[in-house]
């Protein structure tokens, strides 16, 4: 199956995942394999590929993405010592699932690429 096809399962209910917020827009879930203690992946529910189909349209559901994804970090008492949110994009940017989605990362000293 298009792997895609995963997240919108997890949206849906359809798979098992530790879902932690959901409203319309958004999902917000464990990720099954942590590279940090603290490591939640936010999803659009209508799907979007990459970071390269963002567009003046669905800007409003990345805005909302961020907004939940600082919610979670506060919620997870990450905020104050700080957290890495990232999007992989494609190959190059180590993106494996073709749905677009943000980590948020926390809980230890996380390595900085630059
Ligand atoms: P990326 O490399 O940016 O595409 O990240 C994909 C992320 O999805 C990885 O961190 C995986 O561990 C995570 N992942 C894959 N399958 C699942 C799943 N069924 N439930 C939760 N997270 C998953």
Same mark, same amino acid.
């Given at each position: 199956m298009n792997n895609h096809l995963i997240f919108q399962k997890i949206i849906k209910r359809e798979i098992s995942s530790n879902i932690l917020y959901q409203d319309q827009i958004v999902t917000a879930f464990e990720d099954i394999?942590?590279?940090?203690?603290i490591h939640i992946l936010i999803v659009p =529910? %209508?799907?979007?590929?990459?970071? =390269? %189909?963002?567009n003046q349209k669905n800007q409003n559901i990345i805005a909302h993405m961020f907004c939940i994804a600082i919610k979670m970090a506060k919620e997870k008492k990450i905020s104050k010592d700080g957290y890495k949110i990232i999007i992989n994009c494609n190959k190059n940017g180590g993106q494996e699932i073709n749905y677009l989605h943000m980590h948020l990362l926390g809980g230890i000293k996380l390595k900085t690429l630059y």
């Open positions: 394999n942590p590279k940090a203690p =529910n %209508d799907f979007i590929k990459t970071a =390269n %189909d963002i």
